[in-house]
């Protein structure tokens, strides 16, 4: 039996067979005399004619009219259908099964539809699977485990845990939250304007004064990136005119450029560890290869980081094919498969990173009154006056409850909650200092930590 994996990264779609990445693309699209490109070939072109390029379909995926409709494509679903059958077309030959790897991100109403999406395009999908799961192939006894990675338009956390089933041992997908709403098409747009303002000032020429030399700046932008694996400072040319502009950038300038991405990510991180405990980081090969990212995540306390290779989702879902596929007509998302590689030792912990500064939270600040948080779960709402209230039964927005990785959030669906001005969603993890606040209310409510409360 032939079977095909595609993972659905926006910013790498990773497609797979054999064991074998056979590609990866992102999830962009542009409008041509032709049709619609997508891909590289899109990325290519994106510069020179935004008004007809689009990156955001898979973010946004649904069935609403698109701002800008590109040729024949209304929706984002149908920008969707169009990239996925384009993909189907190139590696589909001879392919009995195809499984397909999503991103934590993707709710009930995304999954039924890429389901839709997938029988549109004949596509014999025998499986579904978390990508974070997928592409944790070895357990790190002792450690809790998070894998975070990088998308177009966000950077998602997703807890990984490990259980036994029928005798054998499990990666178990048990939250997901987006760390950050903005992701790396951002990222890229703040270094292009960092390289553009160092081309000026070393050679007084601006790449972004042109669209076709802007166009040009993004599409080495990658290259440059990459070039900065392991070098302190590199030297980038840009031919012109048969003339080549040359200037240096520092490793260091190309960093600061994101360093406040890379602190709300870490900040995420550091509240996912448990006291007392390390963290194993698994890092997304797209958010690895980003200048910097691994080395933040290495300076948290209790923190070890392991890097992911590249379309680590499409090839572990062929690794355990047979944890995914369900019955045929009942396609479910799978969220947990058996580990695949041996137990691997970290680096020990030091005394020092086992000192945590952040207590456990024992109470829910909410206005002057602090909530005892107990073992039952602590449910508030939005009142019509706007007010956070709790609730002793009825309708919550979202709740606090205890759990063997401590205090964790849940959530209904649509209720808007952030935590630290960062959106959240159901497993969220909790520490004293977090500040929780809903889209529709004013009100913001802080975890303390009380000590001697006579409890």
Not at 290 to 298: H, N, Q, V
Request: with cysteine; aromatic share 4%.
């Amino acid at each position: 039996m032939t079977t095909l994996a595609i993972e659905l990264n926006d910013a790498s779609i990773a497609v797979a067979r054999s064991d074998q990445l056979l590609a990866t693309e992102p999830g962009c699209a542009i409008e041509t005399a032709d049709g619609i490109a997508f891909g590289d070939a899109a990325r290519r072109s994106s510069r020179l004619r935004p008004r007809d390029a689009n990156d955001r379909y898979w973010a946004d995926l649904g069935v609403g009219p698109l701002a800008r409709p590109l040729a024949s494509a209304k929706s984002a679903a149908d920008l969707a259908h169009a990239q996925l059958l384009q993909l189907w077309k190139r590696f589909g030959e001879a392919t009995d099964e195809v499984l397909l790897a999503v991103p934590g991100s993707f709710d009930r109403a995304k999954l039924g539809l890429l389901l839709g999406i997938a029988d549109a395009c004949e596509m014999p999908v025998a499986g579904l699977v978390d990508a974070a799961v997928a592409a944790c192939s070895r357990p790190y006894p002792g450690w809790d485990s998070v894998h975070v990675e990088a998308e177009l338009h966000g950077f998602g956390l997703t807890r990984i845990g490990h259980a036994r089933r029928d005798g054998g041992d499990e990666a178990v997908a048990e939250g997901f939250e987006i760390a950050i709403p903005t992701g790396i098409a951002r990222l890229y747009e703040r270094w292009a304007r960092r390289i553009a303002a160092a081309f000026i000032a070393q050679t007084r020429f601006d790449p972004l004064s042109d669209g076709k030399t802007e166009q040009r700046l993004f599409d080495a932008l990658p290259g440059w990136l990459e070039a900065f694996g392991g070098l302190p400072a590199a030297t980038v040319e840009f031919d012109l005119d048969r003339a080549t502009r040359s200037i240096r950038l520092e490793r260091r300038d190309i960093v600061a450029e994101a360093a406040d991405v890379y602190d709300q990510l870490a900040d995420r991180v550091s509240a996912a560890r448990r006291p007392g405990r390390g963290l194993a980081v698994r890092v997304g090969p797209v958010l690895a290869g980003l200048p910097g990212a691994k080395e933040r995540f290495g300076q948290i306390a209790g923190v070890r980081v392991v890097a992911l290779s590249a379309g680590a989702g499409a090839l572990g879902a062929l690794a355990c094919a047979s944890d995914i596929r369900s019955t045929p007509g009942q396609t479910t998302l799978i969220r947990s498969v058996a580990w695949r590689e041996p137990a691997d030792p970290l680096p020990a912990l030091r005394c020092d990173e086992l000192d945590d500064s952040v207590p456990e939270a024992t109470h829910l600040l909410l206005r002057d009154t602090a909530h005892p948080i107990g073992e039952r779960r602590l449910e508030l709402r939005v009142a019509e006056s706007g007010r956070l209230q709790i609730v002793a039964e009825g309708r919550a927005d979202f709740a606090l409850r205890r759990s063997e990785t401590g205090l964790q959030l849940d959530c209904a669906e649509g209720s808007g909650v952030s935590v630290n001005a960062s959106p959240a969603g159901t497993g969220t993890r909790l520490r004293s200092g977090d500040r929780i606040s809903v889209a529709n209310s004013a009100e913001e409510a802080r975890l303390i930590a009380v000590k001697d409360d006579g409890a």
